[in-house]
Every structure is written in structure tokens, then in C-alpha cells.
């Protein structure tokens, strides 16, 4: 099983050895790279039979198998090997591509993966960039959705509080107090008496109340009445005196 997740990631691996970076160069990198703690080397390649038989690599153009070659030295910083698979003398078959860049071996990745981890890359900033706007809205049913950055929350308390002037009344108070008040004017209209031409209308309750006399006014008018009969009384003579008839 640890055989199987090594191969599943080597895309993921990295090897190096600090003994061999003093003496790495074109002739003995494939030896470097033939390590046996090496996971990106196969065993059973023709390499390893011509080794054991201490042949030249030239001898690996006319075998038949999976083979190793130095494709490209850059010393003593860069090395490029080649893992191919060899059907003839003249036609083989590219597996793979390992490059060493200052002792450190990794696997050159194929064009599916190089693809595959740009758009998972894409994706993911995609999708965090709709999360943070998902962050910023916001929804109320009276309201609808808006927008709430923390710039705005930042700018807001920056800017100095002002007072909002309150309002004595809502416009719904005002314009239901003026329908209760209309509701009560037609139910008790208001009665007027006809004066004459020129002369403003006077409610009746006024006229009412102008008719009506005060007990004080009752009172004095009582008094000049009394006084005026005794100066009568006063001015007249004593009453003359008839004669008896005998």
C-alpha cells in the first residue's frame, strides 16, 4: 500500500543527497539518479542490466525495454533525464521527465496535470472571490438586498455623527389625525345663524350664550326697578281727603 501512495504522488516528492552535489556533471548524474532510495527509479530497467554486466550505455540503443538517458546538462545547476520506453534501435517512446536542479531530483509534470492545477487554481480564486461577495450582502424584507463593505463601516466612523432633526409627527400620524378630524366634522357639522348683510356669522352656542343673562346682571336690573318705583312714590302727594257724606 505505501508502494501504491508513493507512486500516486510522485508529482508531490523530492530527493536529494548533499554528497553527491560536489561531484554532480554529465557523467555521473545517472549514477546519482540510480540511487536505491531514489522512488522515481525503476529496477528492472535495461540500465541496471548494463550496469551489472559493466557494459557502456551504448549498448542500450540495441536492447528493447525501459531505459534512462541524460536528455539535457546545464553543470552544474541543471540536468534533465529522460525516462522512455525502447522498441527498436530507432523508435522509442517517452514516459517521463526528471529534472535536477542544485541536487534536488523532482518529476517534470505531464501536460494533464499542469492543466488540471491551473484550473483548480482558477477555481479556487473563483470561488473564494464569490464567497467574500456573498460576505458583503445583505437582505431585509422591508429593505431588499444591499451591499455592506467595510470601507463604508471605516468612512462612517471617520465622518462626524450629525443629528437627525426628529420629525414632531410620521406623515401616516399626520394624514390619519386629518381623516379622524374630517370623519368628526361631517358627523357634527358646525351650526351657523344668519346675521344680517355685512355682518359675520356668529355659531348659535355664542348667540346662545349672549342671550342668556348673568345672575349679577339679573341682580342689578332687580335693584333699579325697586329704586325707581320709591322716587315715583316720593314725587306724589299725600293721597286728598274725601268728604264724608252724612
Not at 553527491?20 to 541496471?48: A, M, Q
Not at 522498441?87 to 492543466?115: F, H, K, R
Not at 451591499?147 to 394624514?175: A, G, L, N, Y
Request: proline share 7%.
Amino acid at each position: 500500500m505505501a508502494a501504491v501512495d508513493i507512486q500516486d504522488n510522485l508529482l508531490g516528492i523530492s530527493l536529494v543527497d548533499s554528497t553527491w552535489i560536489p561531484i554532480l556533471n554529465s557523467g555521473s548524474v545517472l549514477d546519482y539518479f540510480s540511487e536505491r532510495s531514489n522512488p522515481f527509479y525503476n529496477r528492472t530497467c535495461n540500465n541496471e542490466v548494463v550496469k551489472m554486466q559493466r557494459l557502456t550505455l551504448e549498448h542500450l540503443n540495441q536492447m528493447v525495454g525501459v531505459e534512462y538517458i541524460l536528455l539535457h546538462a546545464q553543470e552544474p545547476i541543471l540536468f534533465i533525464i529522460r525516462k522512455q520506453q525502447r522498441q527498436s534501435p530507432t523508435q522509442v517512446i517517452p514516459l517521463a521527465d526528471y529534472y535536477i536542479i542544485a541536487g534536488v531530483i523532482y518529476q517534470a509534470p505531464d501536460l494533464g496535470s499542469v492543466i488540471n492545477s491551473r484550473v483548480l487554481t482558477a477555481v479556487h480564486g473563483i470561488q473564494s472571490a464569490f464567497d467574500e461577495a456573498m460576505s458583503y450582502c445583505r437582505y431585509h424584507p422591508s429593505k431588499g438586498y444591499w451591499w455592506h463593505f467595510k470601507d463604508h463601516e471605516e468612512q462612517e466612523k471617520v465622518k462626524p455623527k450629525t443629528k437627525r432633526k426628529e420629525e414632531p409627527s410620521s406623515i401616516f400620524q399626520r394624514q390619519r389625525v386629518d381623516a379622524l378630524l374630517l370623519d368628526l366634522r361631517q358627523k357634527f357639522p358646525p351650526k351657523f345663524v344668519q346675521q344680517k348683510s355685512g355682518e359675520k356669522s356668529v355659531p348659535v352656542d355664542q348667540t346662545k350664550k349672549e342671550a342668556e343673562p348673568t345672575p349679577e346682571t339679573v341682580k342689578s336690573d332687580e335693584k333699579e326697578t325697586t329704586k325707581n318705583i320709591q322716587q315715583t312714590v316720593s314725587t306724589k302727594g299725600p293721597p286728598e281727603k274725601r268728604m264724608r257724606l252724612q
